[in-house]
């Protein structure tokens, strides 16, 4: 190609499809319950497991899970990890913040979501590598206002 | 496995920050390359797969339509697969079934991201429904999570895995310097990853993959076909793919069952039984320094918990027993949805003396991996010199 004096430009586009996703029943009556601050897992009848967040069926047995237990809002750390970056749609007040995956008391998985720890200084991270560990105790803090979805659990704090 | 199939060419576009081209020019750099060293035209091609992350990562729903051109395709049949990370791997598997079926004896995989024209993070928070597995920190935090796990599983103390990830850092930069392709080529100490900044603990900056421009295309041909066309083929000697439940916390991730399983079945068809011994090189899929210590092990190349030991003793490193990543790995050249495709390729250079610079010495048989999805997928090639 021959030399060219302008330098090779962008062109700006963007696409947003908002949508409406069927929870079920099975979902929905998981999120009812956090509306009263519950959490509720289901209960596969031919392996004996018990899943939060509750399922339909069970995934590795393919029956449908449809005994319901209400579980322990307690557990401890699987996993966490400290975020500390900024990304889409996370601006630099919003960060750090821990992640975690929290084995729930009698559950038979860990749960990945909602599972932020918090209830300590965030910012200090010597203080969290003290107190935030695989293995802690965590137990659930409730927002106030609850609207039966993933952010009615403010976050998970760790019992001394 | 059905028929033998070989990689007879490879061609990989200078990775890095690539907004002098438009996306087709930029996989036309790739199959313009992968034509001349496969010294073959599309005309003796039977068919193409593609593969790249989602939608959301490319600007249009199909971008194999806006490739089209690029990829030859007009008047053959076309397959596109994808699998998240993991999409490279299972471009490259596609090919080889194609042609191990009878069905084709030419097939052309091509693989490729061009993240500097959307938002990859943004995408990896769209790849999961938004209402049950809703993480945060997008993908660095995934894998992250499953480091953590892995050493609070193995009671693997916080220095050493430090120490191990350093060195795993520092040798693929050193591979990514003697790569010219590489998009990362820096010179980077132990100390300077140890102390980079936290992006999500363990992890800091240096023990991430960046974001990057680039594509990968590979030729494959049945035997009779890469016997008549290449004088020096890259046999596949075995594959193997594995993928997982959804929920992330319904299984042990430390001990990843995708990737121990795709590298059992793929040891198994190569004939492998010592894979530490056996392997003269890995292109392990390292976008995370201690994401790399997991699948080390993972992949049989060491004992459950030992990585670091390993890693730290220098099993891994150039000029140890099995030299890992020597191109720069996942660590210096990210185009995810081509980083699986990348691997197989220059698993295929390693084999037939190729890679130039960062070539291992003697390599006659190289394993290439790629993981993908939520903790979800596991996708492995086994390459080597003879048949
Ligand atoms: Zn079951």
């Known amino acids: ?160 | 496995m059905g028929r033998a199939v070989a990689v007879i060419g490879t061609g990989q576009t200078k990775h890095g920050r690539r907004d002098d081209l438009s996306y087709p020019d930029l996989v036309r750099e790739a199959v313009k390359k992968v034509f001349e060293d496969a010294g073959i035209t599309p005309k003796d091609v039977d068919g193409v797969v593609y593969g790249s992350m989602p939608s959301m990562m490319e600007g249009m729903a199909y971008n194999h339509f806006y490739f089209a051109d690029a990829l030859r395709v007009v008047g053959k049949p076309l397959l596109r697969t994808e699998t998240c990370g993991s999409t490279g791997q299972s471009v490259a598997h596609t090919a080889i079934h194609w042609i191990a079926s009878g069905m084709a004896d030419v097939v052309l995989a091509v693989a490729s991201e061009k993240e500097h024209e959307g938002d990859a993070q943004a995408t990896m928070m769209t790849i999961l429904e938004p209402f049950l597995m809703v993480t945060i920190g997008g993908a660095p935090v995934a894998f992250s999570l499953q480091s953590r796990e892995w050493m609070g599983y193995y009671h693997i103390d916080d220095d050493k895995a430090r120490e191990a990830a350093s060195i795993v850092s520092v040798d693929s930069h050193d591979g990514g310097l003697k790569n010219p392709l590489a998009h990362i080529r820096v010179k980077l100490t132990k100390e300077d990853v140890s102390k980079a900044p936290i992006i999500t603990y363990p992890v800091r900056l240096y023990d991430v993959c960046p974001t990057s421009d680039g594509a990968c295309a590979v030729i494959f041909a049945s035997e009779e076909k890469a016997k008549k066309i290449c004088k020096k083929p890259a046999w596949v000697k075995g594959i193997g793919f594995r993928g997982e439940e959804y929920f992330i916390g319904d299984s042990n991730k430390a001990v990843w069952q995708s990737t121990i399983e795709a590298s059992k079945e793929a040891y198994k068809e190569a004939g492998i039984t010592n894979p530490l011994k056996e392997l003269d090189v890995a292109e392990v899929y390292n976008p995370f320094s201690y994401q790399e210590l997991m699948f080390l092990e993972c992949l049989g190349l060491c004992p459950p918990g030992e990585a670091p030991d390993y890693v730290i003793k220098g099993t891994f490193s150039p000029g140890g027993e099995l030299p890992c990543d020597p191109s720069g790995g996942v660590l210096c050249t990210n185009p995810i949805g081509a980083a699986g495709l990348i691997r197989v390729a220059e698993a295929a250079l390693q084999v037939t003396g190729k890679a130039g610079e960062h070539q291992v010495e003697g390599a006659k048989l190289a394993l290439s991996h790629a993981m993908g999805g939520a903790e979800q997928f596991n996708g492995i090639t086994i390459l080597g010199s003879e048949l």
């Open chain 1, 1 to 160: 190609m021959a030399e060219q004096k302008e330098k090779p430009r962008k062109v700006g586009a963007m696409g947003m499809v908002p949508y409406e996703m069927a929870l079920g029943p099975t979902w929905t009556k998981f999120f009812e319950g956090f509306k009263e601050k519950k959490i509720l897992g289901t209960k596969c009848k031919k392996c004996g497991r018990v899943l939060v967040p509750a399922r339909p069926f069970c995934p590795r047995c393919f029956e449908p899970m449809e005994e319901w237990v209400e579980v322990a809002q307690e557990g401890t750390i699987v996993t966490w990890s400290y975020v500390n970056y900024t990304y889409f749609g996370v601006t630099p007040d919003m960060i750090p913040v821990i992640g975690a995956i929290i084995k729930l008391d009698g559950v038979d998985c860990g749960t990945g979501m909602s599972t932020q720890i918090g209830g300590l200084d965030i910012k200090d991270f010597e203080l969290v590598t003290k107190k935030v560990k695989v293995g802690a105790r965590v137990k659930a803090v409730w927002r106030r206002k609850r609207q039966g979805n993933f952010r009615d659990i403010d976050y998970w704090k760790i019992i001394e």
